[in-house]
């Protein structure tokens, strides 16, 4: 079984991690907050000091990190500690111009596959999240990213990150839209549940399914990175309403997406 370092052990990637420790994968684990990685010693993962130590021996690297500043900080400690051979899967939510910089910084021999995923902290868990993979796809990288699960394969490298920011904010967007609907619906004096149930028969099914979502744990301030992400690309102008509304409420911050739906306090 090939050695894997797993680096970013948050909401999604503790779950990942644990996928391919119960698969027999030998894993090391590192995380900036060590107590978080505790868990996964306790279940047979090695736990390693920083980046560095968490990669030397490993043929493939995950890392599953916050934004594209937490990625090229832990970026400047692993790389030089890669060996030629090595494949580093990037999970994270960074965007396609992050990783080409990333690339660029790598040595002779080694590969990068963005492959951020969609789905959230449950279907981490089960193994059931979607997969958007760019770049190089080895044997070794197709098994690991087959642990976390559903493939789709994007083409060259950067258009799995590409691809994820479309997605993400359109599913962003929809819980956005779900969450003024519901305030409309009460300024007009209709009951809640009545319209949060003719909502979910229209074409926004999947979004208000998500913003009442149990289960699920996508912070507000990471939803509010991934439109800035995306804004960064294209004019878009209902993106960046939605990104005003994600950073108008910092009390909901660490809160799941769905919580934007939730009153407006009063001032």
Known sequence: MEKIAFLGLGS?????????????????????????????????ARLADGPAEAVRDAGIVVTMLADPAAAHAVADDLIPALRPGTH?????????KTVRQLAARLPDGVSLTDAPVMGSVDRAAAGTLWVLAGGPLPGPVRTVLGRFGE???????GSGAALKLVLINAAIGGVALVAES?????????PTGLVREELARGPLAGAVARAFADGSHFPVALAAKDVALATAHAPLPLSRAVHALLTARPDLADQDLGSIRTPVPAT
Do not use: K
């Open 12 to 44: 999604m990637g503790e779950p990942m991690a644990r996928r391919l420790l119960a698969a027999g994968h030998p894993l090391t684990v590192w995380n900036r907050t060590a107590s978080r990685a505790e868990p996964l010693r306790a279940a047979g």
């Open 88 to 96: 580093w899967i990037d999970t994270s939510t960074v965007g396609p």
């Open 151 to 157: 493939v789709t394969e994007c083409g060259a490298p």
């Open 182 to 190: 519901l305030r409309l619906g009460d300024a007009l004096g209709l």
